[in-house]
């Protein structure tokens, strides 16, 4: 699986941005997708994750509440929905697929991707 995230941009503090990870390969209905992000000097961390069919999910704490993880397999494509951005969420972010994910899984360390997108620049400003 082939994954190109695009959508980030710049925000102020308090808005909206919508992120996509489009994947293209047949195996995209079988993968466990997840979001991550790396801000400048730190690892990266673990941020939005759903299953193949998209019945569960999991976030990070930090996140959660204020952003949804989707995917419309028919498009083979996932979304991050991130609302009421805040300083702390200016990242670069990464969509990674797991091809060999069991139905009811969810991923959440680096290590479990063998597939990553390029990332995309979010910057929230204050």
């Known amino acids: 699986v082939q994954l190109q995230a695009s959508g980030g941009g710049l925000v102020q503090a308090g808005g909206s941005l919508r992120l996509s990870c489009a994947a293209s390969g047949r195996m995209f209905s079988r993968a466990a997708v997840t979001w991550f992000r790396q801000a400048p000097g730190q690892d990266r961390e673990f941020v939005a994750a759903i299953n193949r069919n998209g019945r569960i999910t999991d976030y990070a704490e930090r996140v959660k509440g204020r952003f949804t993880i989707s995917r419309d397999n028919d498009k083979r494509t996932i979304y991050l929905q991130m609302n009421s951005l805040k300083p702390e969420d200016t990242a670069i972010y990464y969509c990674?697929?797991?091809?060999?994910?069991?139905?009811?899984?969810?991923?959440?360390?680096?290590?479990?991707?063998?597939?990553w997108g390029q990332g995309t620049l979010v910057t929230v400003s204050s």
């Open positions: 990674a697929a797991n091809t060999e994910a069991i139905l009811s899984a969810t991923y959440s360390r680096p290590a479990d991707f063998g597939s």
